[in-house]
Antibody, heavy 124, light 107 residues
């Protein structure tokens, strides 16, 4: 059974940093691109970042570029999101998601399986 | 960056109704358009990709169409379990932007 489990959320003060983690199981992690997306309370989905299967290619949403860093450890089947200089508008549930299988054209940029999310609340 | 605009933002329909949601890209994206369903309190689920290809296990009452800039998600006969917010997403290139969502409620 494929599973993604996020952790690392909580209450953080503005300007501080935190690291989110996503533990993957049930599939060959190193074969798939991985994403972070977020959803502010009562709002829509916002894509945050993607990292290619080998970690060599990364893209970010303009809203987080320069503050967030996505990375992965294929040996540990774990995805990370380093969140720096947090702002009130970063308050959201953060989801990790797996890309679609490579047989699908454009697979890396599709979000085919989602974790349950971890809530980040930015508050003083 | 390409912007994705969905309409309507919400709708209310009865069981058995045909429901149509549209998604417009600010530039052409060929058929690189996906639809996601997020039921209340649940995580999003990929429904359709490549504009019209149903993900495995998705009921056949769901269909997608379109190419270029204009796309449509249709539910041919709305069921109670279809109450959800639906998002389109373009994935021809990064960033894979989502639309703002369409909330489907039962009348």
């Amino acid at each position: 059974q494929e599973q993604l489990v996020e952790s690392g959320g909580g209450v953080v003060q503005p300007g501080r940093s935190l690291r989110l983690s996503c533990a993957a199981s049930g599939f060959t992690f190193s074969d798939y691109g991985m994403h972070w997306a977020r959803q502010a309370p009562g709002k829509g989905l916002e894509w945050v970042a993607v990292i290619w299967y080998d970690g060599r290619t990364k893209y970010y949403a303009d809203s987080v570029k320069g503050r967030f860093t996505i990375s992965r450890d294929n040996a540990k089947n774990t995805l990370y999101l380093y969140v720096n200089s947090v702002r009130a508008e970063d308050t959201a549930v953060y989801f990790c998601a797996r890309s679609a299988p490579s047989v699908v054209v454009g697979a890396t940029l599709l979000l085919d399986g989602w974790g349950q999310g971890t809530l980040v609340t930015v508050s003083s | 960056d390409i912007q994705m605009t969905q309409s309507p933002s919400s709708l209310s329909a009865s069981v058995g109704d045909r429901v149509t949601i549209t998604c417009r890209a600010s530039q052409g994206i060929t058929n690189s358009l996906a639809w996601y369903q997020q039921k209340p309190g649940k995580v999003p689920k990929l429904l359709i990709f490549a504009g019209s290809t149903l993900q495995s296990g998705v009921p056949s009452r769901f269909s997608g169409s379109g190419s270029g800039t204009d796309f449509t998600l249709t539910i041919s006969s709305l069921q109670p379990e279809d109450v959800a917010t639906y998002y389109c997403q373009k994935y021809n290139s990064a960033p894979p932007t989502f639309g703002q969502g369409t909330k489907v409620e039962m009348k």
